[in-house]
């Protein structure tokens, strides 16, 4: 079913849900100011100093050219810096607090989840704030943008990189997992902002689909995923998801 608003059916099921997992990508950040990777009419990042995102935020770039590597997420770091959440943040914020079981799984790495409130996000691919030491494992905060030496170095003196799963790096230990078992148990599953087209997260909405789960997909254009969607809403994450309000729990 496509449609452009929160159709009364649609808003039924919503209040009558008590177990939800969402998917987020780019797209529920870019009305925050955050460009995207592709699509739905807004700003869009696929290449920097003349290098595709593809190859700038991959593996190989990074055992080759740890400095490049970090002078590109300094750069994404430095365009986060009077970003904050929108109406679509804050409405998943508000939904965590609302059903008994709640699951919100994103692909971003910009923290903006956190910052709206929700108090558990899956991080599939890790987070641009924090940085991880090749040597001794911790992870830390990163101060703001620039950063003083590029690689920074962690106090035991090994190089930190990007907390972030880069293509060709597998994704946090569990993170996968927690999330398709979300996908397995949830009655609706949202797929909200992704182009769907990065593994293993584009899995997520079909494994919840053959569980059994009503799959709602929230972007302003088809994706790989609309055909098997259940409903497709067509419209910005910051207009749409508002519009679920919570009526009266299933008795
Ligand atoms: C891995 C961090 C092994 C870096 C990112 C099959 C299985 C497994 C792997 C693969 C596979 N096929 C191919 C692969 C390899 C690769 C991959 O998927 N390549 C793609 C390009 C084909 N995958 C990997 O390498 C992954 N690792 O596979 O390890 C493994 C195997 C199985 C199980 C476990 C492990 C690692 C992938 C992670 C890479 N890192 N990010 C960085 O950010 O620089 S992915 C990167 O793309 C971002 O995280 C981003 O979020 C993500 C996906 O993009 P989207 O979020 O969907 O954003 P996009 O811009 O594409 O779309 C935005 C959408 O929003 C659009 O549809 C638009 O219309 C919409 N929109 C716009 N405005 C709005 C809106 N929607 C709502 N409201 C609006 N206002
Ligand atoms: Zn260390």
């Known amino acids: 079913m496509m449609t452009d608003h929160v159709t009364d059916d649609l808003r039924?099921?919503?209040a009558q849900a008590s177990r939800v997992a969402v998917l987020t990508g780019?797209?529920?950040?870019?009305?925050?100011?955050?460009?995207?990777?592709r699509g739905g009419g807004g700003a869009t990042i696929w290449e920097w100093r003349g290098k595709p995102v593809s190859e700038l935020s991959s593996a190989e770039l990074l055992a080759t050219d740890p400095k490049l590597v970090w002078e590109?997420?300094?750069?994404?770091?430095?365009?986060?810096?009077?970003?904050?959440?929108?109406?679509?943040?804050?409405?998943?914020a508000a939904w965590e607090k609302r059903f008994d079981a709640f699951t919100l799984v994103t692909q971003n790495i910009d923290g903006l989840h956190a910052t709206a409130g929700n108090r558990e996000v899956i991080e599939l691919h890790g987070s641009l704030l924090r940085g991880r030491c090749t040597r001794c494992g911790t992870t830390r905060e990163l101060p703001p943008p620039p950063l003083p030496e590029m690689p920074p170095r962690c106090?035991?003196?090994?190089?930190?990189?990007?907390?972030?799963?880069l293509f060709g790096e597998d994704l946090p230990p569990g993170a996968y997992e927690r999330a398709t078992d979300a996908a397995a148990l949830c009655e609706i599953f949202f797929v909200i902002g992704t182009s769907?087209?990065?593994?293993?997260?584009?899995?997520?909405?079909?494994?919840a689909k053959l569980a059994g789960?009503?799959?709602?997909?929230?972007?302003?254009?088809?994706?790989?995923?609309?055909?098997?969607a259940d409903a497709t809403?067509?419209?910005?994450?910051?207009e749409i998801l508002p519009q679920f309000d919570f009526g009266p729990h299933k008795a």
């Open 72 to 92: 590109w997420f300094d750069h994404r770091r430095g365009l986060l810096k009077d970003v904050k959440p929108n109406a679509g943040h804050l409405a998943l």
């Open 12 to 14: 039924r099921r919503f």
């Open 26 to 37: 780019a797209g529920i950040s870019a009305e925050s100011g955050v460009p995207t990777f």
């Open 233 to 238: 809403i067509l419209g910005k994450a910051g």
């Open 155 to 165: 106090s035991c003196g090994g190089l930190l990189r990007p907390d972030v799963v």
């Open 196 to 207: 769907a087209v990065v593994y293993p997260a584009a899995y997520l909405p079909r494994s």
């Open 213 to 228: 789960a009503f799959v709602i997909e929230v972007n302003p254009e088809e994706t790989d995923i609309t055909p098997r």
